[in-house]
């Protein structure tokens, strides 16, 4: 998210250099796998023929690693009976990925039968001071990412945006919503905070004892991987939750390059919430693999 406002040290300019145009830094550019990979699917998303269906199967859309985690949320909502789910971005800042998000529901929605709600937090002020060494001091400052109330607002429709103290406005928003949020459990989540400290408080959704309000596998996308190690940032938020929740572990998913189209790099940074003590956890989804393997002839 906010590609346009990285940082170099994050884009990996050598030396910390700015681009200045030039065919050596078009080359620097193409010379990166997403690059390519974003390139290529604009591409292919042109030719004709490829409708809406292509484009979301083969993952040719706007940011398709938000596609990717509707798409998980409500399959999984409709195999185990579930009218509606909630999809939800953690760090909206000028807002581009919470109309992705809000696209993609509309798409899936009407493709599943499956009402998706779109929610999205943040402080809505850019970036507080950081609070731990964790929280990359080095690369974000208070300040970063701010937002244009009004002009994101205008374009929201059914898409809620909520304000404010995200150590506030997550208790508040679980107490006061839990009845629709039964109806309609949280599905996925975008994590896009960048520190460590405020991943950790957006963590507090999957802390608390109540499972109503989540399904029993939550899609987790983490924005702020690349360029980081396991001990800082986002990385770090989820180490921690996992020490001290080891029956609701966050772990990437395994081999799912493999199974995505066009071995997407984002596919690194989907995680699964397994809430292991959810009621629900053990529930067969019907459809979700095979069920015998015969032998060939």
Same mark, same amino acid.
């Given at each position: 998210?906010?590609?346009?406002?990285?940082?170099?040290?994050?884009?990996?300019?050598?030396?910390?250099?700015?681009?200045s145009g030039g065919v050596a830094d078009v080359l620097w550019d193409w010379s990166k796998s997403g690059t390519r990979h974003a390139a290529r699917n604009r591409l292919l998303r042109k030719l004709p023929g490829v409708g809406a269906a292509a484009a979301y199967r083969f993952g040719l859309v706007e940011r398709p690693h938000y596609a990717y985690g509707v798409r998980r949320a409500t399959e999984l909502a409709a195999r185990l009976g579930h009218r509606g789910v909630t999809v939800?971005?953690?760090?909206?800042?000028?807002?581009?990925?919470? /109309?992705?998000?809000?696209?993609?529901?509309?798409? +899936?929605?009407?493709?599943?039968?499956?009402?998706?709600?779109?929610?999205? &937090?943040?402080?809505?002020?850019?970036? #507080?001071?950081?609070?731990? *060494?964790?929280?990359?001091? +080095? /690369? &974000?400052? #208070?300040? &970063?990412?701010?937002? !244009?109330?009004?002009?994101?607002?205008?374009?929201?429709?059914?898409?809620? %945006?909520?304000?404010? !103290?995200?150590?506030?406005?997550?208790?508040?928003?679980?107490?006061?919503?839990?009845?629709? %949020?039964?109806?309609?459990? $949280?599905?996925?989540?975008? /994590?896009?905070?960048?520190?460590?400290?405020?991943?950790?408080?957006?963590?507090? %959704?999957?802390?608390?004892?109540?499972?109503?309000?989540?399904?029993?596998? $939550?899609?987790?996308?983490? !924005?702020?991987?690349?360029?980081?190690?396991?001990?800082?940032?986002?990385?770090?938020?989820?180490?921690? &939750?996992?020490?001290?929740?080891?029956?609701? #572990?966050?772990?990437?998913?395994?081999?799912?390059?493999?199974?995505? *189209?066009?071995? *997407?790099?984002?596919?690194?940074?989907?995680? $699964?919430?397994?809430?292991?003590?959810?009621?629900?956890?053990?529930?067969?989804?019907?459809?979700?693999?095979?069920?015998?393997?015969?032998?060939?002839?």
């Amino acid at each position: 998210m906010r590609r346009s406002s990285r940082t170099t040290a994050q884009k990996g300019h050598p030396f910390g250099r700015r681009p200045s145009g030039g065919v050596a830094d078009v080359l620097w550019d193409w010379s990166k796998s997403g690059t390519r990979h974003a390139a290529r699917n604009r591409l292919l998303r042109k030719l004709p023929g490829v409708g809406a269906a292509a484009a979301y199967r083969f993952g040719l859309v706007e940011r398709p690693h938000y596609a990717y985690g509707v798409r998980r949320a409500t399959e999984l909502a409709a195999r185990l009976g579930h009218r509606g789910v909630t999809v939800v971005e953690f760090g909206v800042a000028g807002g581009n990925g919470l /109309l992705a998000l809000a696209e993609h529901a509309r798409y +899936y929605a009407a493709a599943t039968g499956v009402a998706v709600r779109v929610v999205g &937090f943040d402080s809505g002020a850019g970036m #507080p001071a950081a609070k731990d *060494p964790r929280d990359l001091p +080095y /690369l &974000f400052g #208070p300040g &970063f990412y701010t937002m !244009d109330h009004d002009r994101l607002r205008a374009r929201l429709g059914t898409a809620e %945006l909520v304000i404010g !103290d995200l150590a506030e406005t997550l208790p508040a928003y679980l107490d006061t919503h839990a009845h629709l %949020l039964r109806d309609h459990p $949280v599905g996925f989540v975008s /994590l896009d905070l960048d520190y460590c400290s405020s991943t950790n408080t957006a963590l507090g %959704l999957f802390r608390g004892p109540a499972h109503e309000h989540l399904l029993p596998r $939550v899609t987790c996308y983490l !924005d702020d991987l690349p360029g980081t190690i396991e001990q800082i940032g986002e990385a770090a938020a989820i180490a921690d &939750f996992n020490t001290a929740h080891t029956d609701r #572990p966050i772990g990437r998913v395994l081999g799912l390059r493999a199974f995505t *189209p066009f071995d *997407p790099p984002w596919a690194d940074q989907i995680y $699964v919430h397994h809430r292991l003590d959810h009621p629900d956890y053990g529930r067969l989804e019907i459809g979700a693999t095979g069920d015998q393997l015969p032998l060939d002839h």
